[in-house]
């Protein structure tokens, strides 16, 4: 990618050759064969293959934004990394926003893209708090795969399930780091056990640990056959270590006896296991484990080099017309994301798009299947976190945001003007928890309903209102409780309203698909109430199970819809 201007922050590599995923030694270049719009189709190719773009998940806490973080360090995009929790002055570079870094944790999806090896590495950051799940789901669609990182300590976790699950319905492959080894953990081989029983998915310790806690003295590369042992700390800087054979006769002194004649039986056992299986990791059949610790370093690097010779290049995509190869020439685009107010002195709107095929230009005309018009994408930004550099092209397997008027929604389908297909929707999900919301100041009116629609439409939040009613007052839906501390604290600070917030009972939401009339006519229990979102839908909340029976008995052709309805209808 070439930048423009704005923040730099891509290291481009210069030197060296694109690894490729066909056998090819040194990933040599294919013979120039097709010429399209004047760039040799091989040289698009290649710029394919080097994209590796994944997401990051965990249960809360297992240490996934520091593992982002130390990713970053070692791609050259950071000089120094932060932490999201501890003493320590920075904040993660991929928690952008201000609550983030006041509360330490991850409330919204990040996007980072860096250089290393040759790779273009597109990496998704995600909440791991189970009240931000359906901004992790969605960010997922855009994964070609997913880094699992597992706390040693405390092993699989409930949200780690939850996002696992969702990964192995798309089958993308699936990378465990074993995480915090720096602390006392769990033995690892039980840790690795847990993983296939829990998850139903096969292993393969791609590195072995030596020790865990203050005895963490490094770990053994089995596909290389050689040791790294971590002589210092790295913390905020890259770990120092030292690379010994398992046959080297001074390995027992440096590691001490004991330690040496475990980890040679343990060597043993692992040989005896299952085999490494590089089509059943692309598959999503076998994930390969590593172990290692995001705080100290120890561990991460092997782990980054490892997981990008393992992991796919861009995988092809489902649309309404079959699917679509994303080695095609033809630029095509989803909308995963929307985020306002990213940069306070822009007080912008920014649609997050992965790029599913071909090339994309800027200035390029593309065609907005939802709206059936023909636009251009101006401004084509690349992101690590909140800092923007504006691009000119961009491939298969890149994450670009664009200048978003209004006109974009999550699930949205951008194609060339000649091939025009939607892929397939990202669904919503249903809210569990409502509140009435409405400005404390009835002078901030007019903030109140931009702010609480532009927040709506970037799906983080559900917003909804009373049928025939103006906009004095909201209903907002959340999955999580903690989305309504957010959606507060982004009302007072990016729209300077104060708001006033009352619990509702309700926590089922249906659409109303057929209606035997007026929906204001509908003969409502005490526990319901009829609600209608941005888009013109008509709905019932209510509480409990029971109320469905009664609103289908009393209101004949009533029809009421189970599931979400998709973000690109």
Known sequence: MTGKHGTIICILMTGGQFPCDDGRENGNAISNEYDWEGILLSN?????????????????????????????????????????????????????????RQRGISVTSSVMQFQHGGYCVNILDTPGHQDFSEDTYRTLMAADSAVMVIDGAKGVEPQTRKLFKVCAMR????????????????????????????????????????????????????????????????????????????????????????RWRVLRDEVELLGAGREYDLEAIRAGKLSPVFFGSALTNFGVEPFLEHFLEMTTPPLNRMSDCGEIDAFSPDFSAFVFKIQANMNKAHRDRIAFMRVCSGRFEREAEVYHMQTGKKLRLSQPQQMLAAEREIIDEAYAGDIIGVFDPGIFSIGDTVTVPSKKFRFMGIPTFEPEHFMRVSPMDTMKRKQFIKGTEQIAQEGAIQIFKLPYAGMEEVIVGVVGTLQFDVFEYRMKSEYGVTLRMAGLPYDHLRRISACPGDP????????????????????????????????????????????????SE
């Open 44 to 100: 698009l190719e290649a710029e394919i293959k080097r994209r590796r773009t994944f997401a990051i998940i965990s249960h809360p806490d297992a240490g996934k934004t520091t593992l982002t973080e130390k990713f970053l360090l070692y791609g050259g995009a950071i000089a120094q990394a932060g932490e999201v929790k501890g003493k320590r002055a920075r904040a993660a570079t991929s928690d952008w926003m201000e609550i983030e």
């Open 171 to 258: 089958n993308i492959p699936i990378f465990t780091f074993i995480n915090k080894m720096d602390r006392e953990t769990r033995d690892p081989l039980e840790l690795c056990e847990e993983v296939e029983k829990e998850l139903g998915i096969d292993t393969y310790a791609v590195n072995w640990p030596i020790g865990c806690g203050k005895e963490f003295k490094g770990v053994y590369d089995r596909q290389k056959a050689r040791i790294l042992l971590f002589t210092g700390e790295g913390h905020g800087k890259k770990a120092a270590s030292t690379e010994v054979r398992l046959d080297d006769p001074a390995l027992k002194d440096m590691i001490g006896e004991e």
């Open 520 to 567: 204001k006519d509908l003969t409502l229990c005490a526990d319901a109430v009829l609600l209608e979102d941005f888009k013109g839908h008509n709905l019932i909340a209510y509480s409990g199970e029971w109320p469905v029976g009664y609103l289908l008995k009393h209101n004949p052709g009533l029809e009421l819809s189970e599931s979400m309805e998709s973000m």
